[in-house]
């Protein structure tokens, strides 16, 4: 399969394989920094919304909410979900919007999916210019020093008579900038069973490469990654979400 074809071909899968996620724990907690560092407004862009599970809860929140994927079999199922929503056909590396955000967004480590350290740069500047001033830009990101390539997490669903295990995991080579996110689909119905396997490329970024590219345009503050509570980031942890206030 290539690159995108898990998401693409298998979109209708993509909530069950993200059925574990807690979608409304983590809006709630972006809901809660902007309030504490952003500028009190209520527009919202997701970027590589998916479905759009975080777009509805942001709606639900009183957010004039608007989403951007690569993937438009997603985005359908986004606009089913989310019909008073905006969603567009869109690269975030390289994205444009009618009108600034006060927040914009970007969850389950999908800022991985800039092609590359330039293109991640080419991100960042884009978010910067489609924010309001005072608006923040919050993402979940983890520092390629700290990925243990035999780790992995695993769940079960069942959906139409069929159990399904997703596994994913990260890999990283040592060096350089590109890690891939490694994923498998094990389908059983009766006395059969399916499997996919899929392996998407992604950049590679330390926390202080990061916090270099994002300091021209934003003031940055890092937390641990727990969407329960707002904690500082304790400079050990590999996984951090970052709140950036637009300068």
């Given at each position: 399969m290539s690159a995108n074809a898990l998401y693409t071909d298998l979109?209708?899968?993509y909530d069950l394989m993200c059925a574990d996620i807690d979608y409304q724990a983590q809006s709630y907690f972006i809901h809660r920094l902007q309030q504490i560092f952003g500028n009190s407004g209520n527009t919202h862009l997701d970027l590589a919304c998916g479905t759009g599970?975080?777009?509805?809860?942001?709606?639900?929140?009183?957010?004039?909410?608007?989403?951007?994927?690569?993937?438009?079999?997603?985005?359908?199922?986004a606009t089913t979900r989310c019909p008073e929503a905006q969603f567009s056909l869109q690269n975030m590396s390289e994205f444009v919007i009618p009108e600034q955000v006060d927040v914009i967004t970007c969850f389950l480590y999908s800022i991985h999916y800039c092609d590359g350290i330039n293109k991640l740069a080419d991100c960042i500047k884009s978010v910067h210019h489609a924010l309001k001033a005072g608006g923040i830009f919050c993402f979940n990101v983890v520092d390629k020093n700290h990925i243990d390539n035999d780790s992995f997490v695993e769940h079960s669903a069942e959906n139409a008579g069929s159990l399904f295990t997703f596994r994913s995991g990260w890999n990283y080579s040592g060096s350089g900038e590109k890690q891939s996110l490694k994923l498998s689909i094990n389908k059983a119905i009766a006395d059969e069973t399916f499997i996919w396997h899929d392996e998407h490329p992604m950049v590679a970024v330390?926390?202080?490469?990061?916090?270099?590219?994002?300091?021209?345009?934003?003031?940055i503050h890092v937390f641990e990654h727990d969407y329960e509570k707002i904690t500082p980031w304790g400079e050990s942890s590999g996984n951090a979400v970052f709140v950036c206030v637009k300068i």
């Open positions: 979109s209708d899968y599970p975080h777009v509805r809860h942001f709606i639900d929140y009183g957010y004039q909410s608007s989403g951007l994927d690569i993937n438009q079999p997603m985005l359908d199922r330390s926390f202080a490469q990061l916090k270099e590219a994002l300091k021209p345009y934003f003031e």
